[in-house]
């Protein structure tokens, strides 16, 4: 697997936030799904930026990205994937944008 997942290089990941805010990204096919949330935990703001105020799923199916030891081959997110965040909380407002002001 690891040989076939090194053949893709890097993955360009396209996250969509709430606010039709997309962050794009790329990863290396063999890195786990856990680099994607700790990327999406320094971009969010202060009140997103726990891993229980949101989290990352697939669709269709709605499928959300549970087990962040797989890597980004193993997941099936290869050659390249659009990922939807979640919020948990009460969503976003301009009082209380999803990403930092910085980011």
Same mark, same amino acid.
Request: aromatic share 2%; charged share 20%; proline share 22%.
């Given at each position: 697997d690891a040989a076939r997942a090194s053949t893709y290089g890097l993955v360009p990941v396209?996250?969509?936030l709430p606010g039709e805010i997309v962050?794009?990204?790329?990863?290396?096919?063999?890195?786990?799904?856990s680099a994607l949330?700790?990327?999406?935990?320094k971009l969010l703001s202060a009140q997103l930026a726990t891993p229980a105020a949101f989290y990352l799923y697939t669709t269709p =199916?709605?499928? $959300?990205?549970?087990?962040?030891?797989l890597t980004f081959f193993q997941a099936k997110l290869v050659p390249a994937a659009h990922v939807y965040l979640h919020v948990n909380r009460?969503?976003?407002? =301009?009082?209380? $944008?999803?990403l930092r002001g910085d980011a």
């Open positions: 396209r996250v969509h962050v794009q990204a790329a990863f290396a096919a063999t890195e786990p799904l949330q700790e990327l999406m935990l =199916p709605r499928s $959300p990205l549970k087990d962040l030891s009460p969503p976003p407002t =301009p009082e209380a $944008p999803v």
